[in-house]
């Protein structure tokens, strides 16, 4: 396995911020980074899935033929495509379980889960094409979609680079323009994560997660681009604590330029998402001396974080119903976050451990 690393270390960050985050009124979820900040662990998720998809073009796939890249990625695509359909049913699962184990009926309309038994027939089929979403589970749907294009990003980036960013780029802004989102079905409403507007977060993390032209660039500049990313994430800290937000009714058309919608990646998120990597960019080396631990641990889960993820996501969900039963008791809060974190490493280190067992095989059958 290859060691701790700032993609793996940052994206571990990531999926532990996450899994904090989407159990509503823990009492840790006020320590976490979108207290303090106008972008969250969805921005940095997903800016590093473009980062990390570079490095697997640059890497055994850069000398290959486009026939492979696109085998290879659109493989990768299905498996997140395959996980996300079990993620979701297993959480259907879950709350159905809850709901008859606790006496508690309305517990089967959390997170938009109703249509799945008031409509199953429906429910299933959206919940296949992906228009329909629980919420908590929203933004692997996000992922599948960007794992889908990610060939056509290589390949544009191969072939015509100069095309990608302003290609990004136009989608970006005629989707906030117009207000254009993907639909959901069949309850009626909007991608939680519009994959139009978010797909430019995903490139960009591509096209600074190389060696040349953009990458190389901000490199150059690196000591530059801190000191402008500096009032930027303050601005955005600022923001956090006064919950600032601007008023939809003052704000001028096309209005989505200039709100913090998450949806649609308003502009000044984006901004700030880049903001917080020029600021934070290379300061692995640094947290991995003063805190080792630390940095081999949260790297585990981000070199595997696909299955850490969707054990997070339930274990998110599990906590949620634990809150339910206990309430707000800081030590069973502490208990949950203990427990969640320990299961998300053994998940991680299992998944090591099937991958070294599968090499040992292979190497014995050579």
């Known amino acids: 396995m290859r060691p701790p690393n700032e993609i793996d270390f940052w994206r571990g960050f ?15 979820e006020r320590f976490t980074y979108r207290n303090f ?3 969250d662990s969805a921005e940095l998720f997903v800016f590093l899935a473009g980062w990390s998809m570079r490095v697997l073009v640059d890497g055994p796939g850069y000398a290959v033929s486009p026939k492979w890249v696109l085998l290879r990625l659109e493989s990768r695509a299905l498996a997140v495509y395959v996980a996300q359909i079990v993620l979701a049913q297993v959480a259907i699962a879950l709350l159905a379980a809850a709901s008859l184990a606790l006496d508690a009926p309305f517990l089967l309309d959390w997170h938009n889960a109703s249509a799945v038994f008031n409509d199953p027939v429906r429910a299933q089929i959206g919940l296949v094409l992906l228009t329909y979403q629980l919420g908590y589970f929203n933004i692997l749907p996000l992922y599948v979609v960007l794992m889908f294009i990610a060939p056509i990003v290589a390949l544009l980036h191969r072939r015509a680079r100069p095309v990608l960013l302003p290609f990004s780029l136009s989608i970006y802004v005629l989707a906030l323009a117009l207000g254009v989102n993907v639909p959901t079905w ?9 994959p139009l507007a978010w797909q430019l977060l995903y490139v960009s993390g591509f096209l600074l997660g190389g060696g040349d032209g953009l990458a190389a660039a901000a490199r150059r500049h690196h000591r530059r681009l801190r000191l402008f990313a500096l009032p930027v994430v303050l601005l955005g800290l600022v923001v956090a604590q006064t919950n600032f937000s601007p008023d939809p009714i003052a704000v001028p058309p096309p209005k989505l330029f200039f709100l913090f919608d998450k949806t649609f990646l308003s502009p000044a998120r984006f901004l700030h998402s880049l903001a917080l990597v020029a600021l934070f960019a290379g300061s692995f080396r640094w947290i991995a001396r003063q805190t080792p631990a630390p940095a081999k641990f949260l790297s585990l889960l981000g070199r595997n974080s696909l299955n850490v993820f969707c054990a997070g996501s ?13 309430g707000d008791l800081v030590a069973a809060d502490a208990a949950v976050v203990m427990l969640g974190l320990t299961i998300m490493g053994v998940v ?19």
């Open 14 to 28: 990531a999926l532990v911020t996450i899994f904090v985050n989407h159990i509503p009124g823990l009492y840790f």
């Open 37 to 39: 900040s106008l972008s």
């Open 186 to 194: 069949p309850v009626e409403g909007d991608w939680f994560f519009n």
């Open 314 to 326: 339930l274990l998110s969900l599990i906590g949620q119903i634990l809150r339910f039963l206990y």
């Open 348 to 366: 991680a280190w299992g998944s090591e451990w099937q991958d070294r067992m599968r090499a040992s095989l292979a190497k014995r059958s050579d």
